[in-house]
């Protein structure tokens, strides 16, 4: 009975039976008998043996007692798997529904706004709405595609449901017949072990093993007769009780493997095929709807079909290819044909004969407006010359006068306005007019001298001046505004910061005639330029045996930039420019520093801001810094004074001891820092403010192995104290 009980408890051993089918699917290799060296049936049988191979032990799992529990496993991964899919169909579904809708509101959007008056018509317009309508069919397809995304979406989610019933149903019915037959087992694993504990007990008995006597028992001693009387009898008990449950057991075993497991085995297989079919089936379905997707899209993008009168659609290239501009502006400009005025007279100028009756009128030059700076330097008057106009003698050439009288009228002749009279050079030793006095000149530079005669009438903006007409006759030149900032660029460089005018003008220049900007605009926007002359890195003494100027170029320039452009504007020096901006500007600067003039902002992008982050930069690159790492010590100890006036002198003193370009640079950047307090109504800096943006800068915090960042308050109460006693410490000249 135990070796029956043996056979419906433990399994079969699996290594046994693969190594009784070993020999015929994968185990040992063929023989001779069986490969044929013609034919090689081997090999072709050799998939089919693996297949067979496989099968078997897929079927030996599934019909063991872990089959069940496996086959739920499996189930539950699936159903798993196909929630994953359909949360990713609804996800894109989504995605794909509300990009056909941004799409389609975009294209509402763009169409009502093109068709406004002062959008362009014509050609462009009407490419513009087909471009429009094609993008309007790319949302329908990709609505339609979103819509299908969203029903597949649902049929996964109630074929998961479903089958998630299924296995729950299943893990009850077959884990609980498989609990039954395990515990029917447990009971007669009991029931024999009971079994043969009495008979043990009953052999002893009989055998005489134990001394003769009576025993004890409930209702008085018992012979040792009796005892063995009664262990025969509980041991045939015992016996008929484990020969029942082994039946039992028997029984429920040949039902669970024979029905109940077979059934749960192939309800759980089937249902994970089933579940494993439709995510396949629907994942296919997604593939196929984006491939109609694309094609969609692409069809109508460039479609290949006509429409219903033969003729073929246009593609979105031949659409946007028929846009004609230049049939659009000629009929935008024949449009106003009607509208333009009539052509006003000629305008000349009249000299009233009161005031010169002995000459004719003369023509007038182009007037000079009142902004135009006057090109005089040192004022000379005198009656006009009685002698045509001709080659004056080289050396008797005065400076030219300008027109007197207000400037005449842009929108029209001006009967109403008071004659003007245009004056020409003198020589110097004419007198000045009996009748008219008027005076104009320039408050800085030096008088120019042996210059022939300028046309003030040509100023422009920076204009180079154009060549003489002939040997001794007047030079047509024009005197440079500065950048529209007033002022004379010679060709010594641009002007010193003390004499900077402030006046813009704003005459246009004459028609060929080009500005003369010292670097233009359109060299900022240029690809990467080599540092030919470079500037940022090298230190103050380097930049001064170089280029001759105690105050580097770059700090120069930045100076009258903020001096011209950012005084007024809020947080100088402490809001950041644009980097873009800063390194395109650096890349000039370390080209060829002349190239570059801030008195035109187009050389700075017209963004003040970054002028000011290129200066800090500037200050921060050089390889020692503006106060010298020599007088750092120094510098610190002196700020540690309380009083007012021996923290002053001692950092003057300091201040006087530095190498020549450090005091030069300094001394440029504190006036110039002092001129950017002066605004602090508009531009909030005050000095305590410009101090924490330039202590560590000029004290050289930024450097490696610098000084200790507890000094940083020491050093912007050196930077305060030197921008408040400013004109004590440095003369302003």
Not at 55 to 84: H, P
Not at 110 to 124: A, C, L, V, Y
Request: with cysteine; hydrophobic share 30%.
């Amino acid at each position: 009975m135990a070796d029956s009980d043996r056979l419906y408890s433990e399994p079969p051993n699996p290594n046994t039976q693969h190594e009784r089918s070993g020999s015929m699917s994968l185990g040992a290799p063929p023989t001779e008998d069986e490969v044929s060296p013609i034919n090689g049936d081997a090999a072709t049988s050799a998939p089919v043996a693996s297949h067979d191979h496989n099968a078997e032990r897929v079927a030996y799992v599934v019909n063991s007692e872990i089959g069940v529990m496996t086959l739920l496993n499996r189930l539950k991964q699936c159903i798993q798997s196909t929630r994953e899919v359909s949360s990713f169909l609804k996800r894109r579904a989504q995605i794909e529904e509300q990009h056909s809708d941004n799409l389609k509101k975009l294209c509402r959007t763009t169409n009502e706004n093109i068709k406004k008056p002062d959008q362009r018509h014509g050609s462009f317009l009407e490419s513009y709405e087909q471009v429009l309508m094609i993008h309007e069919r790319m949302a329908d397809h990709e609505a339609q595609f979103g819509i299908s995304l969203a029903q597949m979406h649902d049929d996964l989610m109630d074929v998961a449901l479903s089958h998630e019933r299924l296995r729950k149903h299943w893990k009850t019915n077959g884990l609980a017949a498989e609990q039954r037959v395990a515990d029917a087992e447990a009971a007669m694993r009991k029931s024999k072990a009971k079994y043969d504990t009495l008979a043990e007990d009953y052999d002893r008995a009989r055998t005489g093993d134990r001394q003769a006597g009576k025993k004890f028992g409930l209702k008085g001693p018992k012979s040792a007769a009796q005892h063995e009387e009664d262990l025969l009898k509980k041991v045939q008990a015992a016996d008929a009780d484990y020969a029942q449950k082994v039946q039992i057991v028997q029984a429920m075993r040949h039902e669970l493997i024979n029905k109940l497991r077979p059934e749960a085995v192939k309800a759980l297989e089937d249902a994970i095929k089933e579940l494993d079919s439709a995510t396949t089936l629907q994942m296919q379905k997604f593939a196929a709807f984006n491939e109609k997707l694309i094609l969609s899209s692409g069809l109508t993008v460039s479609p290949i079909t006509q429409n219903q009168q033969g003729a073929p659609i246009r593609s979105l290239r031949e659409v946007v290819s028929s846009i004609n501009n230049e049939v659009d502006y000629s009929n935008f400009m024949n449009s106003y044909h009607n509208k333009v005025p009539s052509r006003l007279p000629d305008i000349k100028y009249e000299k009233h004969p009161v005031l010169n009756p002995q000459h004719q009128p003369i023509a007038a030059a182009p007037p000079q407006r009142q902004s135009d700076p006057n090109t005089s330097f040192n004022s000379r008057q005198g009656p006009p010359p009685a002698q045509s106009y001709g080659p004056p003698p080289p050396q008797s050439y005065g400076p030219p006068q300008s027109f007197n009288g207000p400037p005449p009228s842009f929108g029209g002749p001006t009967p109403q306005s008071p004659p003007q009279q245009m004056q020409v050079p003198q020589p110097y030793n004419q007198g000045p007019p009996p009748n008219h006095m008027h005076e104009r000149s320039f408050s800085q530079g030096q008088p120019l001298q042996q210059q022939p005669y300028i046309n003030t009438s040509v100023a422009s903006r920076g204009g180079p001046p154009a060549q003489a007409s002939g040997h001794g006759g007047y030079n047509q030149s024009s005197i440079s505004s500065a950048g529209g900032y007033g002022g004379s660029i010679s060709s010594a460089g641009p002007p010193q910061l003390s004499t900077l005018p402030f006046q813009s003008s704003h005459t246009p220049p004459p028609a060929g005639q080009q500005p003369s900007y010292a670097q233009s605009p359109v060299a900022l926007h240029s690809g990467h330029l080599p540092p030919l002359k470079p500037v940022f890195g090298l230190s103050l003494d380097q930049l001064f045996e170089r280029d001759g100027s105690a105050v580097p170029m770059v700090v120069y320039q930045c100076i009258q930039a903020v001096d011209l452009f950012g005084l007024e504007v809020e947080g100088i020096y402490r809001l950041s420019g644009t980097q873009s901006h800063i390194n395109k500007i650096k890349a000039i600067f370390d080209n060829d520093a002349s190239k570059v003039d801030f008195r035109n902002p187009e050389s700075f992008f017209h963004d003040v801001n970054s002028v000011a982050g290129l200066l800090k930069q500037f200050l921060r690159d050089l390889p020692d810094p503006l106060l010298t790492a020599e007088h750092y010590a120094a510098f610190i100890d002196a700020a540690k004074n309380d009083d007012d006036i021996v923290r002053r002198d001692s950092l003057h003193a300091i201040i006087n001891s530095l190498p020549d370009p450090n005091y030069a640079t300094l001394r440029a950047l504190t006036l110039h820092l002092h001129r950017v307090t002066e605004s602090s109504a508009a531009n909030r800096m005050n000095a305590s403010n410009l101090a924490i943006v330039f202590g560590p800068t000029l004290m050289g915090a930024n450097t490696p192995g610098g000084p200790d960042i507890q000094d940083a308050g020491w050093q912007v109460r050196v930077i305060d104290t030197i921008l408040v006693n400013c004109y004590q410490i440095f003369d302003d000249d």
